[in-house]
């Protein structure tokens, strides 16, 4: 079954991310919803692409956390300072 792209797993991966308070990475997405370490990597990417979720680049790598976050003082000074 072709999991990129698959509205039901995207679904799914939306709802872990909103469940989690932190950005998170390739692994833990893939060890939740227990796919592969590529699979779960082609998927975040092509759902940030599609701006379903927010890639954030680190200097080990992207994490990942969803759109709809709620605004905190910390998000609020980060985005003043731009």
Same mark, same amino acid.
């Given at each position: 079954?072709?999991?990129?792209?698959?509205?039901?797993?995207?679904?799914?991966?939306?709802?872990?991310?909103?469940? $989690?308070?932190?950005?998170?990475?390739?692994?833990?997405?893939?060890?939740?919803?227990?796919?592969?370490?590529?699979?779960?990597?082609?998927?975040?990417?092509?759902?940030?692409?599609?701006?379903?979720?927010?890639?954030?680049? $680190? $200097?080990?790598?992207?994490?990942?956390?969803?759109?709809?976050?709620?605004?905190?003082?910390?998000?609020?000074?980060?985005? $003043?300072?731009?």
């Amino acid at each position: 079954m072709q999991k990129v792209g698959n509205i039901q797993v995207e679904n799914e991966v939306i709802e872990l991310l909103k469940k $989690t308070p932190m950005p998170v990475s390739i692994d833990y997405v893939a060890y939740h919803l227990s796919i592969s370490w590529p699979t779960a990597r082609g998927l975040l990417l092509n759902m940030a692409l599609n701006k379903k979720v927010e890639a954030i680049k $680190t $200097t080990r790598g992207y994490i990942f956390s969803s759109l709809e976050e709620e605004p905190t003082p910390q998000n609020d000074k980060a985005m $003043t300072k731009q």
